[in-house]
T-cell receptor, first 116, second 115 residues
Framework: AQTVTQSQPEMSVQEAETVTLSCTYD???????LFWYKQPPSRQMILVIR??????QNATENRFSVNFQKAAKSFSLKISDSQLGDAAMYFC?????????????FGKGTKLTVNP | DGGITQSPKYLFRKEGQNVTLSCEQN?????MYWYRQDPGQGLRLIYY???????QKGDIAEGYSVSREKKESFPLTVTSAQKNPTAFYLC??????????????FGSGTQLSVL
């Protein structure tokens, strides 16, 4: 079974600094997608960034970028120039695109605090 | 505006009672999902449906039931067999399944508590 592990239950960063959130996953599939979702105190889930496993280039979305290491099964999220609005729970998620059923598997999350 | 509507926002269940959580979407999405979120936990899949009149169990389906009679609706019933129902429930939808689409669209959630 696929699993997603986020080893940092909590992280903190100073405003305007950079922080990296870790995520590792376990799968035997060769083709899949990886996601980072943000959940602010409102508890609304918001997609931050998405990475296709077949793409070697790391995805970027403005201040958010990933470091995707397929061989190591690692998918970390880097937030640059951190803002107070970035404070939230961040979830890493995985889905296979063939073979197994299409269900998104989530990690347990990392709570990010941004200090002014 | 298109989106997913979950209701109610807060729901209380008495012992032995079945309760139903509503999820409606007007995005014309084929696939719909129910997730459960407990404090300190990620989201765990309860049930999902790729097309009307068809659905599959997720990882924690015991004590729950669903129906998919209409494309836009995917209600979740928490039965009395679910002994620990207190949690935050999220509904989501996507086009033709997540694997072929950009992302899941999430509702705003329902917090279920036991009286």
């Amino acid at each position: 079974a696929q699993t997603v592990t986020q080893s940092q239950p909590e992280m903190s960063v100073q405003e305007a600094e950079t922080v990296t959130l870790s995520c590792t996953y376990d799968t035997s599939e060769s083709d899949y997608y990886l996601f980072w979702y943000k959940q602010p105190p409102s508890r609304q889930m918001i997609l931050v960034i998405r990475q296709e496993a077949y793409k070697q280039q790391n995805a970027t979305e403005n201040r958010f970028s990933v470091n995707f290491q397929k061989a190591a099964k690692s998918f970390s999220l880097k937030i640059s120039d951190s803002q107070l609005g970035d404070a939230a729970m961040y979830f890493c998620a995985y889905i296979a695109t063939q073979g197994g059923s299409e269900k998104l598997v989530f990690g347990k999350g990392t709570k990010l605090t941004v200090n002014p | 505006d298109g989106g997913i509507t979950q209701s109610p926002k807060y729901l209380f269940r008495k012992e032995g009672q079945n309760v139903t959580l509503s999820c409606e979407q007007n995005l014309n999405h084929d696939a719909m999902y129910w997730y459960r979120q407990d404090p300190g936990q990620g989201l765990r899949l309860i049930y999902y449906s790729q097309i009307v009149n068809d659905f599959q169990k997720g990882d924690i389906a015991e004590g729950y039931s669903v129906s998919r009679e209409k494309k836009e609706s995917f209600p979740l019933t928490v039965t009395s067999a679910q002994k620990n129902p207190t949690a935050f429930y999220l509904c989501a939808s996507s086009v033709r399944g997540v694997a072929t689409n950009e992302k899941l669209f999430f509702g705003s959630g329902t917090q279920l508590s036991v009286l």
